[in-house]
Every structure is written in C-alpha cells, then in structure tokens.
C-alpha cells in the first residue's frame, strides 16, 4: 500500500480552524483504510483537516494506489477520438493497432435525417460485399418495457438500427451508444461487436436496444472500423466516436 505523510497543519482551514467534512460512507472507509496505518480515527482526521485537504489527499492517494496495484502493461489506452466540427458523410478510424486485448468504443451521434432516429452503417476492414455481417438485435421501449422489434439476418454492411438521432430529434440530442469487440486481433477468431444503445427522439419516443454485429472473416485482424447514415447524408457537426484499447493484464 502506498504511504502517505500528514503534515499537521497543510489542511486546516485558511481562518486556522478545523472543518467537518462530511464523506459518504464508502468514501470513509476507502480513507480510513488508507490512513490505518497511523492508528488515527475518522473523526480525528476530519476535525484536523480541511475538506480540500481531505479531497487531494484523497484523489493522490487513489492515484499512487493505482500506481503501486495495477499490474504492468494493464489499462485502457485512448486509441482514436473523432469529434465532427462540421458535418461529415461518415466516420472513419483506420489504422488500428494490433497491440491491445479488446476494443472498446464510445459513441454519440446524430445525423441530417428528417426523422427522430436514423440507422447506423458499420463495415470492418473495408468489406462491403459478400455477406459477411450477421448481425441480431432486440429493441425494447422505454416507456412500456416490452420489445417492439426483433431481428437476425446476413448483409453486407451491418445495419444497427436507430443508432443515431435524428435532425427531427429534440435539439441538443443524440444516441448512446457502448459497443466493445474481444479478441479483435487474435488469428482465427471472428470479430464480434456487441453494443448496448440508448436513443431518443423527444420525451416520447425512447427506446433501449441491444445487439451483436458478427464479421465472418477471422483471416484478418481488424484494422478499420466505418460508420456511415443509412438514410441521412451526414452526421451532423457534434457527433462523436471514441475508441480505446484494452490492454491484457
């Protein structure tokens, strides 16, 4: 566990008087454990120093555990962030290195369609033909919690249905969107996206879907990921993807 050294009087308040800091319980127990080592209590600590004191010493002390408790080469490493300016046709990282575990992808995205919702187009490696995606979703409402669609089937791009806002969306809003693929590099295994969504139009129109998109060819490890409006013609300035490698502990 990493050390940390107290100076008696860097966290008093800056009129030379003690503060109660009020924690949530967790948070104690976390700074309790960290500060054991010294025999000092919880409520000595909090009337000795500051809340300011108590948050940094805190958040260096999360740090330096992380530091001293996370084996070597683990962790995730930001690999692209693309954030739209101005409206764009189509998002695309290439390049991807062959260096991590697993992918993990954040997107947020809104396309030019006049409509609450658009599609999202995904191809892997620059494929889109021969049938190579099999993909199979579920799309559950919000509002009623029953699932209002359903469906598995072959194409040659990958469709994720209503992955993006729309322009008709309530302004400001655009989907949810977490997807992660395992063994993205690994020889002979295919490559599987799977993703949880969360997308809505205006306060009446809200759904939650979840879904796997399957690129039948593990020959390649995958080096490009695209993603494109089915209908709209562009995502609109605003949209976002970010993608992160996983590293293997």
Do not use: C
């Not at 658009?118 to 490696?125: A, E, I, L, Y």
């Not at 949810?176 to 590099?185: F, G, H, K, S």
Request: glycine fraction near 8%; aromatic fraction near 8%; charge should be negative.
């Amino acid at each position: 566990m990493a050390r940390l050294d107290f100076d008696s009087t860097a966290g008093r308040a800056a009129d030379g008087s003690s503060r109660y800091f009020l924690l949530s319980a967790l948070t104690q127990e976390i700074l309790l454990d960290i500060i054991g080592e010294y025999g000092q209590t919880w409520r000595w600590l909090s009337s000795v120093y500051s809340d300011d004191y108590i948050e940094a010493t805190l958040a260096q002390a999360s740090l330096e555990l992380m530091t001293d408790t996370t084996p070597a080469g683990a962790g995730m490493q930001p690999i692209a962030d693309i954030l739209l300016t101005e409206d764009a046709a189509g998002i695309e990282i290439t390049s991807i290195p062959p260096d991590y575990a697993h992918l993990l992808l954040v997107l947020a995205l809104r396309t030019d369609r006049a409509a609450t919702t658009d599609d999202v187009m995904v191809s892997m490696n620059s494929v889109v033909s021969g049938g190579k995606y099999d993909t199979a979703y579920e799309l559950v409402s919000m509002s009623s919690g029953s699932v209002i669609h359903s469906q598995a089937n072959s194409q040659n791009t990958a469709v994720i249905p209503g992955a993006s806002s729309g322009n008709n969306a309530e302004a400001g809003r655009q989907s949810n969107m977490l997807a992660r693929i395992p063994n993205y590099a690994l020889s002979g295994a295919m490559r599987e996206l799977a993703y949880e969504l969360v997308f809505t139009g205006n306060s009446n129109v809200q759904f939650i879907q979840h879904g796997q998109v399957v690129f039948d060819d593990a020959e390649d490890e995958l080096i490009e990921l695209a993603f494109y409006p089915v209908v709209g013609d562009n995502f609109l300035a605003g949209s976002r993807v970010t993608i992160y490698g996983l590293e293997a502990l």
